[in-house]
């Protein structure tokens, strides 16, 4: 059976899992509380705009 891959966000030395809603820096994670989660994914899922 094969499984989903989740989205992973690499910025800088940061990981972010949107679905999960963790956040890692170098590795270690990061005390993040829901709404900046849910903030972060918004902002991650956006197309880089000029």
């Known amino acids: 059976m094969l499984g989903l891959a989740r989205m992973i966000h690499r910025f800088g030395t940061f990981d972010f899992d949107a679905e999960s809603g963790e956040l ?27």
């Open 24 to 50: 890692r820096k170098n590795g270690r994670v990061v005390a993040l509380e829901p709404q900046p989660a849910r903030a972060l994914a918004q902002l991650l899922s956006r197309p880089e705009t000029s």
